[in-house]
């Protein structure tokens, strides 16, 4: 046979046999499983493999990981049946899968986390919450002897900018600034201001104009140091006695730029109506805050993922006499789920959705997942999603994945949720492995 021709006979025979095994079931199960795995202690986990062959898979601490309930350190096993891994403490441990004991198929690492329980909630909560300073929402013209003209504009101040001292005086309640300002125009000097933009420090002047019609020292900025509204409570971690609700940041209404919390509290909320949602107008939850209602919890962090405080008991009205399992990222799957949300009085109730889309996230990042409500009985109350259900909490296969975060404007049947591993990691229940999302803490 000619040798080129033989080269070429060689080279298609390898590059088939090559295909044929890269396409296989086996290799590409093998080539599925991660390289990496996080697990709960107490809450056991399988590697599914479709290679049905015999072969010897070993753990390097036994004492932080058991393989099919076994205590040995290597044991001899069919991968054509998923491996169950037990994880028995927090720890470290290596998982190698060997064909015939001695090639090396596939190493795991594995990273057992303690064991945790939260209770889901659903409760509709008020919130009050003050940002740690002046806020800047608008400019206004002061008509002075010189014309019309806005102090805080001409001193370069934007909306959405944060004021945290005048004169060296730092700046927690706006009642105080009149006062301030005057005592600054009287004198004819200007005031020295302090302010946060995208969390950098900066320093102007600001001339106080003395307005002719009211007859007072203005700055010509409109400014507001607080917010409240309702949202749903999403997860109560018992141990840590920490809480999580919303799902999402608190903006200011008129800036959207997210609230730095100086201080907050979130308090009982009792839900008198709904606006229903439909296409292009998302309706809403009416509630009010309950006249003699307690305190449930202070606000410390508005993060991306919601808001996280401390909360000293159990809140009142879960659907869970005992703390639930949580479900990491990698865990949630498409398919049936529920939701737990509050639609009349302080009641929570379930409701059936669809979770349609996964998002495979390594890092904390929104709009983790894709969601559908499919429950009759909710759409007929709500049409889909209403503001004032984010936070409400969900639950798949006995374990709280996540949160409801947005609706979907033209579709308010459908929206956006968050992974829960990513809220409790803002919430400082869970270490966080990665850079975390913006925290806008208390100060």
Not at 130 to 152: M, N, Q, R, Y
Not at 191 to 217: H, M, Q, V
């Amino acid at each position: 046979m000619n040798p080129n021709l033989r080269k070429k006979l060689l080279g298609f025979i390898l590059a088939f046999f090559l295909c044929f095994v890269g396409t296989a079931e086996p290799v590409q199960s093998l080539a599925s499983l991660p390289n990496e795995m996080r697990l709960f202690a107490g809450q056991q986990a399988n590697l599914n493999l479709a290679m049905p062959v015999q072969a010897l898979a070993s753990v390097d601490r036994p004492d932080v990981l058991q393989l099919n309930g076994s205590t040995k350190s290597a044991l001899n096993i069919s991968l054509s049946r998923p491996l169950k891994l037990s994880p028995q403490q927090s720890g470290k441990a290596e998982v190698t899968l060997k064909l015939f004991g001695t090639i090396p198929l596939k190493t795991v690492h594995v990273k057992v986390m303690p064991e945790l329980k939260v209770y889901p909630g659903g409760q509709t909560i008020g919130v009050k919450v003050k940002s740690a300073g002046i806020l800047v929402v608008g400019h206004h013209l002061v008509h002075s002897s010189e014309g019309k003209t806005s102090p805080g504009e001409a001193a370069g101040l934007k909306l959405g900018d944060l004021l945290t001292q005048m004169d060296g005086s730092p700046l927690n309640d706006v009642t105080k600034v009149a006062q301030i300002v005057e005592k600054a125009g009287i004198s004819k000097k200007p005031l020295d201001i302090t302010y946060k933009r995208n969390g950098k420090e900066f320093k102007t002047k600001l001339t106080p104009a003395y307005d002719d019609e009211d007859r007072s020292w203005r700055l010509g900025l409109y400014i507001r140091d607080s917010a409240a509204g309702v949202g749903t409570l999403t997860f109560y971690a018992p141990h840590q006695k920490v809480y999580g609700a919303l799902g999402h940041v608190i903006t200011d209404m008129n800036t959207q730029t997210p609230i730095e919390v100086g201080s907050g509290q979130i308090l009982q909320s009792n839900v008198t109506s709904i606006s229903r949602s439909e296409q292009g107008e998302p309706g809403e939850k009416r509630a009010h805050f309950l006249k003699d209602g307690r305190i449930l919890g202070n606000v410390e962090r508005n993060t991306h993922f919601g808001i996280f405080g401390k909360m000293n008991e159990k809140p009142a009205h879960s659907l869970y006499p005992e703390p639930i399992p949580v479900a990491l990222a990698d865990e949630i799957k498409t398919g049936p789920a529920e939701i737990l949300t509050v639609v009349e009085g302080q009641e929570v109730e379930r409701f059936k959705i669809e979770i349609i889309h996964v998002s495979r996230q390594d890092a904390p990042a929104t709009k983790g997942m894709v969601l559908r409500i499919t429950d009759p009985e909710l759409i007929k109350k709500t049409g889909g999603i209403v503001q004032g259900m984010s936070g409400s909490p969900i639950v798949q296969n006995g374990k709280l994945i996540g949160a409801v975060t947005h609706v979907f404007v033209n579709d308010p049947k459908s929206g956006y949720g968050c992974f829960i591993e990513w809220m409790l990691q803002d919430s400082g229940v869970l270490p966080s492995t990665h850079t975390k999302s913006q925290n806008l803490k208390a100060g």
